[in-house]
């Protein structure tokens, strides 16, 4: 699948797989699909985690004909999905600590490799706080090395499974459990956040991609096309968690559809450090409407708000769609 | 059990010389153990190394405080490091220098031990003749071998080449053997001037 | 074969006589001469089929080696001191999985104050992890642990941790004698894994396990540990027979048959402690020294056993239990609960002070007079521990300990010992 096929309907977000040919249908679509992380799991409702890690290693599997082996990051994706005694999980399935997964995918990649197994491959899959900070050193070391290995990093912008506490990834003027919504400059204050697609891009490594549960088709697309090279690869998809992020469980897709829209959450496809696609914004909207669904960023509102806060985010996504070209001028 | 300690700075291929020496005592089919006292690595500081020989497996690790064997590559840590520490009164004393034991100012302490087995042989300017780089740690170990007879010429050259190869092997194989003769004719002019 | 070579090479050389499939490296003194062997022979292709893997951290040493060890393959790595610290999480990760790793700890201090000499401090930190410590006496029993280590970690599906002296062995040339590629393979199978990560048979391995399970899958690490002590002396026999030499087992007496006095030790400086007993003998004492092989699991019935007759034990230690006293002789008072023993803990060598067989006498010597304090530290240079006492009674602002220590020491290179 070459060219993702552009949706624009309105009203309604359905997908329509019925309106396109039976192989460029998505993944999800098939009653075949490996349903690798099974119903039973544990996952709150409306978490966007769930959804993300679904739709990419059911294409990952597709993509590998099922010869895929997992590690997972301690966090909510690992703790929902194996409650003892068990597993939602249908492919094999390591979860070691919360800093090392890429560093555990690294070691799987290396004994397919000695075992000459060259068809089996390996994803490593954490969320933000697991990737970004934790687990920055071997991800780093996994990138430099090229190793083969799939990271996914599902970023719902903080540590949720621990109760909500600030990460890297946290955006600005976010609140959580350590960056309360008090004082002269409420919510979380540290510059723009760690931008990981980035820094994996200035690793070189072979291919880099954002992505987000609001777009099926393209989460699996890069998937898929993530799964046709090999060395290090890194996939950062953005996914809502309700809870934390204050917001309503049935706006899990719209929200990530919005972070798009806005231009907070760019969508982009990068090869050797070099942009080389980009998800352009059909039509834009201003930050407002992505963050006033969001509990976290209540204390920006009404009487007490701060007007610079928002616009310094307003800022920041414009400064996104400058540099990314997320706009066509005709179009705005 | 015979107990070799070599001194030398740093970067003078002092650790090596040990290990030289415990490979050639293996060539003889004898037991060796050989060891580097460590210090924070840096070149030019003073470093020592241990060489044991013995007939049987040697189990003692200590490091060696009454040694049969001196050797120093470096003259400049005469005055300031107590090589002479613990050395048997029977002991053998090699010295890299161009100068005799009384010129380096050793004329006291030379009254402890026997004279006919402190030698000073110089063994960087040998070096610097057959490798062009004044590295007299293996060079030594071809005057020990004349000194005390402990460990043979042979020996120390199969040593030799088992560490280097190509050219450095054969320039440090002549170097030893130049240094054997220098020694053994030391050797007999002492012996001579004692009979005189 | 019979060679005169450094300790670290006859380990990667044994090591890789082991046919391992993954190796994954992080430098740290004084281990790294062990993983530069094995980079080379990987790199030379002596070492084929071989992973070799230059890791950013000892942290991710241990998670490759979790990575390909639970897909099946052979996984080694070694480290010393701060880095075993730097791992401990994937240490602890390792041994609660199950996953039979092999690792090499080339004993070190462990800082602060910033120490790169032997002691035993680093592996001694990782005791009660679950995985199988095992203490080499000399080069020969180094490389010989290795190969036992592959077979019995694999057996038990547990990792081990082969312990030599940082230096003092690593660094030591000495005659070892190499077994050849075709006794290996006799003596260690193909890994077999217990669990696997597989396509074709999916699990998931690494679930969290609450209080209703949790007490069982720790007791049964331990209970692998039991069988470890049984398994020990037997692989160590079937080595013995096919290499023709004893190394290895649980314990190591030598001349304890009759001893009234028994020293116990773990590494290398149980050698000079068989030169001190034979003067001591000599001398006319009854003593004996009894080694430990196995540090973990640890024997208690066989140092029991060992120590039937005698009338007093004197531990010596390369290793410290800050606030309470020795670890191993915590250990070995286990052991001996319920005998009338006379019991000594000596503290010695540690961050790499040389242990002289004078001084050993000396202890050993007021040991059998029963004239020791049952915790002492051997040579410990009391005036200079006095004097930082005082120091710190007298100002606030006493200054780092270590810098105070050391102007009082005086210039360090200009001692022979």
């Known amino acids: 699948m070459n060219a993702p096929i552009k949706f624009y309907q309105t009203g309604t977000f359905t997908v329509g797989n019925r309106l396109l040919s039976p192989e460029q249908r998505a993944v999800q679509a098939s009653p075949e699909r490996s349903n690798a992380l099974n119903s039973g799991h544990r996952a709150c409702q409306g978490c966007g985690e769930a959804l993300g890690a679904r739709y990419a290693v059911d294409a990952a599997m597709r993509a590998t ?268 | 059990m015979l107990q070799i300690r070599i001194h030398g700075r740093g970067g003078q291929g002092v650790v090596s010389a040990a290990e030289m020496l415990s490979v050639a005592a293996f060539e003889q089919g004898r037991h060796a153990q050989a060891f580097p006292s460590f210090g924070s690595e840096r070149t030019g500081a003073p470093v020592v190394a241990f060489c044991r020989i013995d007939d049987r497996e040697i189990r003692l690790r200590e490091p060696i405080l009454a040694p049969d064997v001196l050797i120093v590559q470096d003259p400049t840590l005469l005055h300031q490091v107590d090589v002479f520490q613990g050395l048997q009164p029977d002991g053998y004393v090699l010295i890299n220098s161009k100068r005799s034991f009384d010129e380096l100012g050793l004329a006291d302490i030379a009254t402890r031990f026997r004279h006919e087995r402190l030698i000073t042989v110089p063994a960087s300017e040998i070096a610097l003749k057959h490798l062009g780089r004044p590295l007299p740690n293996a060079v030594l170990l071809g005057g020990f071998a004349a000194l005390s007879g402990l460990v043979s010429l042979d020996a120390v050259a199969h040593a030799i080449r088992e560490k280097f190869s190509g050219k450095v092997a054969q320039g440090n194989v002549d170097a030893a053997s130049e240094a054997f003769e220098v020694v053994k004719n030391e050797m007999a002019e002492l012996a001579h001037a004692q009979t005189d | 074969m019979l060679k005169q070579t450094e300790g670290s090479h006859a380990v990667a050389e044994a090591v890789a006589l082991c046919r391992p499939e993954v190796i ?36 991710a040493a241990m998670s490759v080696a979790i990575g390909a060890s639970a897909a099946g393959a052979r996984a080694y790595t070694a480290t010393a001191s701060q880095g075993l610290l730097f791992m401990a999480e994937a240490v602890f990760n390792a041994s609660g999985l199950g996953l039979p790793i092999v690792m090499t700890v080339a004993n070190r201090a462990i800082g602060a104050p910033i ?90 391995i690494g679930a969290m396990v609450g209080p209703e399970a949790f007490m069982e899958v720790r007791y049964l690490a331990h209970a692998k540990q039991n069988q470890a002590l049984l398994r020990i002396p037997q692989i160590a026999d079937e080595f013995a027979r096919r290499f023709g030499r004893a190394s290895g087992g649980l314990v190591r007496p030598y001349r304890c048959e009759d001893a009234e006095t028994i020293v116990i030790a773990l590494g290398s400086v149980i050698g000079t402690l068989k030169d001190t007993i034979d003067d001591l003998r000599a001398g006319g004492m009854k003593i004996g020294v009894l080694g430990i092989q196995s540090f973990r699991p640890f024997p208690l019935a066989a140092v029991r056993a060992a120590l039937q007759g005698a009338k007093r034990v004197v531990v010596l230690e390369k290793s410290f239990c800050v606030g309470l006293g020795g670890i191993v002789s915590t250990d070995v008072r286990m052991a001996l609960s319920g005998m009338q023993l006379h019991g000594y803990t000596v503290i010695a060598g540690l961050g790499g002070r040389a242990i002289t067989k004078a001084s050993l006498a000396r202890t050993l010597t007021e040991a059998a007079a029963d004239k020791l304090q049952p915790l002492t530290f051997m040579d410990l240079d009391w005036p200079l521990v006095n004097r930082q006492l005082e120091r710190e009674a007298r100002m606030r602002r006493s200054g780092p300990i270590a810098e105070n220590l050391l102007r009082d020491v005086g210039t360090v290179a200009s001692k022979v010992i």
């Open chain 1, 65 to 332: 004909d099922g010869e895929l082996i997992a590690a997972n990051a301690t966090g909510c994706l690992e703790v929902f999905s194996t409650p003892y005694p068990e597993t939602s999980w249908q492919l094999p399935w390591i979860h070691s600590l919360f800093g090392n997964t890429a560093a555990v995918g690294t070691g799987i990649a290396a004994a397919m490799k000695v075992k000459g197994k060259l068809g089996t491959r390996v994803i490593a899959q954490g969320g933000d706080g697991g990737t970004t900070d934790i687990g920055f050193g071997c991800l780093s070391g996994m990138f430099e090395r090229n190793d083969d290995v799939l990271y996914i990093c599902y970023d719902n912008e903080a540590y949720m499974n621990t109760g909500v506490q600030r990460s890297s990834a946290t955006p600005y003027a976010a609140r959580t459990a350590t960056t309360m919504a008090v004082g002269s400059e409420p919510g979380a204050t540290f510059g723009q956040g760690k931008n990981l697609p980035m820094i994996a891009m200035a690793h070189q490594i072979p291919y880099v991609a954002t992505a987000t549960v609001a777009d099926l088709h393209d989460l699996e697309a890069k998937v898929e096309k993530a799964m046709s090279v090999h060395g290090a690869r890194y996939l950062h998809v953005l996914v809502p968690c309700p809870l934390g992020w204050g917001s309503a469980s049935h706006d899990t897709i719209r929200l990530a559809r919005l972070a798009c829209e806005t231009g907070v959450f760019p969508v982009f496809e990068a090869e050797h450090g070099e942009v080389t696609s980009v998800s352009k914004i059909r039509h834009r909207v201003p930050v407002e409407e992505y963050l006033k669904p969001q509990k976290r960023f209540a204390h920006l509102f009404g009487a007490n708000g701060h007007p610079d806060m928002l616009a310094k985010i307003q800022a920041d996504a414009d400064r996104n769609i400058r540099r990314f070209g997320l706009v066509d001028e005709v179009a705005a």
């Open chain 3, 24 to 59: 994954c490296a992080y430098p740290i003194s004084p281990q790294t001469h062990i993983v530069e062997g094995l980079g080379e022979l990987v790199k030379s292709g002596a070492l084929t089929p071989c992973e070799f893997i230059n890791v950013e951290s000892e942290f």
């Open chain 3, 115 to 204: 120490n790169i000499w032997n002691d035993h401090s680093d592996s001694m930190s990782q005791r009660d992890c679950g995985w199988l410590q095992l203490f080499a006496e000399n080069n020969q029993e180094a490389l010989d642990l290795h190969i036992q280590a592959f077979k019995l970690a694999e057996e038990l599906s547990m990792p081990v941790m082969v312990c030599m002296d940082g230096f003092i062995l690593t660094h030591a040339y000495e005659r070892i004698d190499m077994p050849t590629q075709a006794e290996v393979d006799a003596f260690l199978p193909p890994y077999e894994p217990r669990q696997v990560l597989d396509p074709a048979e999916p699990v998931s």
